[in-house]
Structures are given as C-alpha cells and as structure tokens.
C-alpha cells in the first residue's frame, strides 16, 4: 500500500490525485517534523522560509549546497514527502540536474523550478521580475527528467509570467512548453489578492496537467474554490516561519523587559523539546548498547 511505499511515489500520488491535497511549509527538522505531526500529507521546503531561518534574503544568498543540509535533517525526522522550493536551479540545466541527483540521494521527494533568472528575486515582493527564455526553461526541466534515477521523483514547473506582470497568453504558452518537455506539474503563481489570475488559467488550462498554487496573497478565497477548479495541490508556503518570528519577537521582548521568566505561557516545555528529539528513544538505546 502507499503507506509503505517510497516518499517520491507518495507525492506522485498526492500530486495526481484527484482531490485537492495540502502540503505545508517548514524549514528545518523540527518545523518537518511538526509539520508531519500535524497530519499533513507533505511538506513544502520553502525558499522563503529556509533562507528567512539562516537570516539571510531569498535571492539565493544561500547556496544550494547549504540548502541541502537544511533538507537532510528535514528528510531525517520524517516520513512525508518532502518538495522542494529549488528556485531557478542554481544556474543552467546541468546545475539543475545536479541539484536533482543530491536531492534523489538525500531522500527529497521533488523539487519545483521557477522560470526565472539567477539570482532569482521573491516573488512577492516589488521589484521588477525577468523571466528566463521558455526553450532555455524547458530544456532545463527536459534535462532533469531525463537524469533523475527513481522514475517517480517528481519535478515540478513554476510558471512566473502573472509575478512578472506577462498575462494569461504567456502563461499558457510557458506552461505548455513544459508540459511538453516531460514536467509531472505546473504551478501556477500570483500575487494579486484575489483568485481571478489562477482562475482564469484553470479554465484555459483545462487539466492538461495537474496545478499546483500557493495561496499566499489570495489566502480569502474559500478553499471550495480551489476544489471546485481542480486544483490538485495547495501550497501553505510560509506560515510556520512567520508563526516562529511572531512567537519569538514576543518571548525575546517580554524577558529582555521583564529580566525573569515568570508568567511566560506560550513557550513549550522542556519536556516538550526533548519528545520532539526523541530523547527517550535514546535513552532506550542506552540500555542496550551502553
Ligand atoms: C517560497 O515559499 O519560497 C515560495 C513561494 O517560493 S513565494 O514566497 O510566494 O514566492
Ligand atoms: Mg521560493
């Protein structure tokens, strides 16, 4: 059964099933973790969110192979799969393709490609966004799929033409330009806050193949809208990060101000920090071994 089977068959599934399907953002072992304990089906390793947690820009300050340390403790302490946010790749195709091969071998699902230029730029901020050249992109997501080793790991097409202002056409040519390089999704971004972009895509888009939103900006649409549209997945993309800096702003003033630690109630305990370790499980380990 899929409960058993490898995490890339599992977002296959989740990606090609006909329901709408979540996967929520983390960025580092224990938001995984968390993220898994809360019963979501996979995880969205956000770029935002894994560059926000070393304290530096999402403008691929940093390098993918510090990313791919992040992604290993993310993969070591769960069992979900795990997508990853992999920006522009890293360079050309064959960057791209290497990142694919480090991520196979690290236990990471899939990875999503944005059609941008590196240094890629959030795409929810003001400034101007350039889109990379569509055969360039293709090529790129060509090249992937034909190096990828376990037939499932699934990549996935981002489709930046409503960021950077280019409109529907472009949109429907970019993402069947993919479509037609051998991509298992498209994911189609917006910032407007509303859902008429990405409806409208929907429709002309008609399921060629499965969509994948975040719904950052847009986050009123009620999520039956989603359904009702066919989306096949959702992406909660940074909403543990943004929950982390509230609830640590909040802990570090109140103690700098305070200079105690009393009345402090929306911290976990200590106990709580050490079964998300799994402490015991080593002290078991202990038992037997020491
Ligand atoms: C991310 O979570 O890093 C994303 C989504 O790419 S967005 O921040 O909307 O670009
Ligand atoms: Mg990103």
């Known amino acids: 059964s899929l409960?058993?089977?490898?995490?890339?068959?599992?977002?296959?599934?989740?990606?090609q099933s006909k329901e709408l399907e979540f996967i929520m953002e983390a960025h580092n072992g224990l938001s995984a973790l968390i993220v898994q304990e809360a019963g979501f089906k996979g995880i969205w390793a956000s770029?935002?969110?894994?560059?926000a947690q070393l304290g530096v820009r999402d403008c691929n300050e940093a390098s993918w192979t510090q990313l791919l340390e992040?992604?290993?403790?993310?993969?070591?302490?769960?069992?979900?799969?795990?997508?990853?946010?992999?920006?522009?790749?890293?360079g050309n195709y064959n960057n791209a393709r290497r990142l694919v091969r480090k991520l196979e071998e690290r236990g990471i699902a899939g990875v999503c490609f944005e059609d941008k230029i590196f240094p890629k730029?959030?795409?929810?901020?003001?400034?101007?966004?350039?889109?990379?050249?569509?055969?360039?992109?293709?090529?790129?997501?060509?090249?992937?799929?034909?190096?990828?080793?376990?037939?499932?790991?699934?990549?996935v097409a981002r489709c930046e033409s409503f960021i950077a202002g280019w409109g529907l056409e472009n949109a429907l040519e970019r993402c069947e330009a993919y479509r037609k390089a051998g991509v298992d999704a498209i994911l189609i971004h917006s910032k407007k806050s509303d859902f008429t972009e990405i409806e409208q895509f929907l429709k002309a888009w008609n399921n060629r193949l499965p969509v994948v939103i975040v719904p950052t900006n847009y986050y009123k649409t009620p999520t039956e809208e989603f359904r009702k549209h066919n989306v096949s997945l959702a992406?909660?993309?940074?909403h543990n990060l943004r929950a982390c800096i509230?609830?640590?702003?909040?802990?570090?003033?109140?103690?700098?101000e305070r200079q105690n630690l009393i009345?402090?109630?929306?911290?976990?305990?200590?106990?709580?920090?050490?079964?998300?370790?799994?402490?015991?499980?080593?002290?078991?380990?202990?038992?037997?071994?020491?």
């Open 3 to 15: 409960l058993f089977s490898k995490r890339t068959t599992k977002l296959k599934h989740l990606i």
């Open 47 to 51: 770029g935002l969110s894994m560059s």
């Open 70 to 90: 992040v992604l290993e403790f993310m993969a070591e302490r769960t069992t979900i799969p795990i997508l990853m946010d992999g920006d522009t790749g890293f």
């Open 121 to 155: 730029r959030n795409s929810l901020g003001d400034g101007a966004q350039e889109l990379a050249n569509i055969q360039e992109f293709s090529n790129k997501i060509k090249a992937c799929k034909d190096y990828q080793r376990d037939k499932d790991f699934q990549i």
């Open 235 to 238: 992406i909660w993309a940074n």
């Open 246 to 256: 509230k609830a640590m702003q909040d802990t570090s003033k109140q103690i700098f």
């Open 263 to 290: 009345g402090l109630d929306n911290i976990a305990s200590v106990k709580e920090v050490f079964r998300l370790q799994n402490e015991q499980g080593l002290e078991e380990d202990d038992k037997k071994y020491l």
